[in-house]
């Protein structure tokens, strides 16, 4: 979800935006958790909660009190990729979002994706300045795209 | 001729951080509404056969890939 997913909707280069936000949208179960914390163990990832590192052991009950306050736990490789693991899409539950989702690939990995409407939604609803942005830039993309449809 | 160098970075510094305050500024009073147009690009957006399931993004990847290498070799100069 969020401004990297929008991205993959892109046509062109032109209207693919640069952030450094990853956002992950996990459903609010702390079992999926769990096994999500472990992957990205495995995969050498480090877990954060705001500036400290998770609590350890990061076991079912951890999980259980991160759903209960949809606290947001981010991945890191610290080499510059970092990924949040969000349990909230504001406006959407998981159940909605997974059931619209698109599934793109990457290098052969299937990536499953937002709808371009929820992402776009729930940035409308979120309304920080980084969001209002994103709307700008975004309309400015879709004028385009209705002029080039218009003239066709 | 380097403390010249720095006066000509410092000044040029303050025009991009004047432009940054004035983005920054801007954005608090965009408002963008999800009119009817907007709903309709995107659905248009979703509808196109590169935007299904199944479609191979790789080169938004690599272009990322790309624009996080370029932004994270920026070396802060003051």
Known sequence: MGVWA?????????????TED?????????ENLVRCWSACEDAGFELWS???????????????????????????????????????????????????RRIFTVEAVEIPVASLLHIVTSKKTLG????????????????ELLRREQSD | MAAEYNRGMDSE????????????????SI???????FLRGIAIIEALPGNQSGADKTWVHRLL?????HFAAAIRKR
């Open chain 2, 13 to 28: 510094l303050d025009a991009v951080f004047r432009m940054l305050d004035d983005a920054v500024e801007e954005a608090k």
């Open chain 1, 50 to 100: 705001g500036d400290e590192p998770l609590d350890s052991p990061r076991d079912h009950w951890l999980a259980g009190r991160v759903v209960e306050r949809r606290a947001a736990v981010r991945a890191s490789d610290r080499n510059g990729l970092e990924v949040d693991l969000s349990l909230v899409m504001a406006d959407f539950d998981f159940e909605t979002v997974w059931r619209e």
């Open chain 1, 6 to 18: 929008a991205n993959y909707y892109a046509q062109a280069a032109r209207f693919v935006l640069h």
């Open chain 1, 22 to 30: 990853r956002d992950l949208f996990l459903p609010a179960d702390a």
């Open chain 2, 65 to 69: 890939h790309v624009s996080d290498r």
């Open chain 2, 31 to 37: 408002r963008v509404e999800l009119d009817a147009p």
């Open chain 1, 128 to 143: 920080r300045d980084k969001d209002r942005l994103f709307l700008a830039t975004y309309r400015e993309a879709i004028e």
